[in-house]
């Protein structure tokens, strides 16, 4: 019995599951960088749900009918794009809750994927076909002869390392340069952040407008790069994760990233639990159970960072009376 539990268990934690936690967590990772961008002006972006979703219908519509994927990325990119400013000048020029916002554009991408999945793919359910082309992969053809060295550092989708790279940057632009100090500031205290000469409004809406570049991308990843394919609700709630990491993060870029880490293992845990004949539904309840263990997280880190900064204003306050 315990010669069988660990066979089954080197079939689910060796070394290829790097590879594999990476490859999950990818979606999530770029949708939690576009939650922290908007965030860090005060924004919660729950509508990138709805972004990838479209982004990942409209890049393989346009992988399919183009036969090249950079098309494919831009055009996902302007959908997210012109679905980020619909939801900034909903929310910024007509006040709007941005929460409602979000949830309006998240329903109605499922129901106009849907809808454009049937009219202009002619298919239900899901669309599969060769004539879709994928994101490259890095090869690197002198790890070939090194099984563990391969499975580690090649075969990547180009946008995966790009990923890592990118929450390296979002974390010097963020904490290292001046437009970083600035959005942060309209952010905590856009009264103050005005009265120093910076626009709010335009400033909230750019990030809006970065928020869906990243989204268009992560669902243009999730359809040409993670898979091949588009499904109906095929973001399967990856955006609210995202949502979650940025929480679980403080919307720190690095802190966030581990969060989405957390997820992307998770869900390839659960893959590899599900070929050793674990029941379908347990393996469906696991990001969800993880996204509920990554908030309390949050939550519990959030209380206590406020009852340190209590108990030091207590100290300071009892230091002054003395």
């Not at 749900?49 to 994927?69: D, H, K, Q």
Request: positive net charge; proline residues 2%.
């Amino acid at each position: 019995m315990w010669q069988t539990f660990l066979e089954n268990f080197s079939l689910v934690m060796d070394y290829t599951q790097v590879h594999s936690t990476i490859r999950s967590s990818m979606p999530i990772l770029y949708a939690t960088m576009a939650c922290i961008l908007t965030q860090q002006a005060d924004i919660l972006n729950v509508g990138v749900e709805g972004i990838m979703l479209c982004g990942a219908f409209t890049a393989v519509a346009v992988s399919y009918f183009s036969g090249s994927w950079v098309l494919a990325l831009l055009a996902a990119v302007v959908v997210g794009v012109v679905m980020a400013a619909v939801m900034a000048v909903a929310h910024l020029r007509y006040k709007a809750d941005i929460f409602v916002v979000g949830m309006g554009v998240n329903m109605l991408a499922l129901a106009l994927t849907r809808l454009l999945l049937d009219r202009l793919l002619h298919a239900s359910g899901s669309f599969l076909d060769k004539g879709i082309v994928p994101m490259p992969r890095i090869h690197l053809t002198f790890l070939e002869g090194n099984e563990v060295l391969s499975s580690l550092f090649s075969d990547y989708s180009l946008f995966e390392p790009l990923g890592l790279l990118l929450v390296l940057f979002l974390q010097w632009l963020l904490y290292r340069t001046v437009w970083g100090l600035r959005l942060r500031s309209v952010g905590l205290h856009p009264l103050a952040a005005a009265t120093a000469g910076i626009s709010v409004f335009r400033r909230r809406f750019e990030v809006m407008l970065y928020s869906g570049v990243l989204g268009g991308v992560a669902g243009a990843y999730l359809s040409l790069g993670y898979s091949r394919m588009f499904a109906e609700n095929m973001t399967n709630g990856r955006g609210f994760m995202g949502v979650a990491a940025m929480f679980f993060g403080g919307g720190d870029p690095l802190r966030s990233a581990l969060g989405c880490f957390i997820f992307g293992f998770t869900d390839s845990v659960g893959a590899r639990l599900q070929s050793l004949g674990f029941p379908s539904q347990f393996i469906l309840m696991i990001p969800y159970v993880a996204t509920i263990a990554v908030l309390a997280a949050a939550m519990i880190r959030k209380d206590w960072a406020r009852k340190r900064a209590r108990s030091a204003l207590t100290g300071a306050d009892e230091g002054g009376k003395a």
